[in-house]
Each structure stands twice: as C-alpha cells, then as structure tokens.
C-alpha cells in the first residue's frame, strides 16, 4: 500500500512538474531546495559534512551557503529529469557544451566503444540523452527503486532517451561485458561503493571505496576508458572529459585497483572546481564510525 502510494506520488508531481511553465517549475525547486536545506536533516548534514572534506579553507558561513548552492543544484537534476521528456532534440543539444569530446565521439567512429566513469555530478541522463541524440545509444545500469513501479517509470523515461538501461542485479555485470565486446559506449556513474567488493582509495586524503565496474571492463575487454565530470551552466550542463590511462603491467586485480585510484584523483578535480553540483547526500568516505556491510 505505501508503495503504491509513494509511487501515485512520485507520477503526480512528475506530471505537475512537466506542465508547469518552465520559469515557474524552476523556482519552484528552488523553494523546495531551500526548505529541504533549512530543515537540516539527515542527508542535508551529510551534503555538508562530504563538502567540507572537498572544501577544507571554507569557514562555516561559506559552508553553509555552498551546501544551500548544492541543494539547489540537486534540485535542478530532479526538475530537468523531471521534464526533459518534452525536450526537443534541438534543445537537448543546445543544452549542452563538452571539453575533449574527441576522446569519446572519434573512438565510437572508429569502432572501439568506450566505457565512461563519471560522479554523482550535474546531470547526467542530460549527458546521456546529448550522446543519444547525436546517435550514439549507451547503455547504462540503474540500481532497483522500491517500489518497482517506480523503477520501472525511470526505465522507460531513459529508455525514451535512448539508453539501454540494465537493472543492478547478478546478470548486469556480464551484459556489460558484452556490450564492451560489442565496441559499445557504456556509461556508470562510479564515486561510490561501501560494500565489500567496493575497492579502497584515497578520495581529497582519506579512504573511501569506489565501483570496480569501469576499471574492470576495461582491464577484461581492452575497451578504452574516460572519466566524465558534468557541471551545470546557466543553461545547461557542461562535460568535461579526461583520459584515464590503464597499466599495462601487473595482475588484473593490481591493475583494477591503480585505474580506480586514477579515476578517484580525476573525480577530484572536477568536483573540486564545481563542488556545488556534486550530489553526494550518502556516506562515501569509510573512516570515522563508519560500519563494514555485506557486498550486494
């Protein structure tokens, strides 16, 4: 019952949200972000506290005021996702400005596939959809929302993108590595990982974990792999890609681990240049009291 409820929720505000002028739906948010923020819950305590791992110099009131830009940001993610559906493609790609596209644009013409790494930064279904619509489908992984109705209105919402979307189960893994044969672009976002299999890095100088997945493809298949940061512009977003080399020496686990690393110290940089458009409202970093939970 409650989740049908949670789910009737969810689909009435998705639809007054697409109807609402987009002035208005945007100010909206901004209210919402601002009430959220001043009610200093939970996961508002936890923006703050993982942005002043990122931004140490910052004293309280600068704090305060970039975990207030951050909730607005994250905010914005979920009124774009909410009405990037009546986008047209025209506007989806004049949403959209990118640094080094080369890296990923001239391998998919050259038939190698790319796999990308990105963090909880921006928006990224508005990254995904601008790939989509110069032709090039990716395909990504969503972990499973409760209830499943709900899940499913995010799968076909990306679906209609044009992504394919893999549920996060013990079959996903090995779909991956099959699109990564077929020289597709596979798309995950990869800061966060507290589980067991997760693999231990050192994030702005201290330990978190973060997914194998990207380092892992591209260790097993050869595919080439990129990092993607996605920031927010006054009219859109902007990504900005890096190369992340893969060594060629070593076992694959010795190899997994340093790619991870990289990928980590590249995700630091874009997120130390936008802070206010990383959306990490979970733990992510493993000292302190953090407890040890079972792999997924």
Known sequence: MMGRMTAATYFTGWWI?????????????????DFVYRRNGKSVKRLRSNLARTQPKL??????NLT??????????WCDTFRIQSWSKERILNSVT????????????DGEGVVVALPHSGNWDLAGAYFCALGIPLVTVAERLKPEALFQRFLEHRTR????????????????IKRAREKRLIALVADRDLSQSG?????????ARMPAGPALLSVKTGIPLIVAHVSYT??????DFHDVPVPGVGSDDERITKTVQRCAELFELGITEHP???HMLQRIWTDGDFVERSAS
């Open 199 to 207: 693999i231990d890095v050192t994030f702005f100088g201290a330990p």
């Open 68 to 77: 207030q830009a951050a909730m607005r940001s994250y905010m914005r993610y």
């Open 59 to 64: 004293n309280q009131e600068e704090l305060g």
């Open 98 to 109: 990118v640094s080094n596209s080369n890296l990923l644009i001239d391998r998919i013409k």
């Open 234 to 239: 006054p009219h859109g977003i902007h990504i």
């Open 276 to 278: 206010e458009d990383w």
């Open 161 to 176: 993108m044009g992504f394919e979307v893999l549920a996060l189960d013990n079959r996903s893994f090995a779909t991956l």
């Open 17 to 33: 949200v697409r109807t609402l002028p987009e002035e208005s739906a945007y100010k909206l948010f901004n209210v919402i972000a």
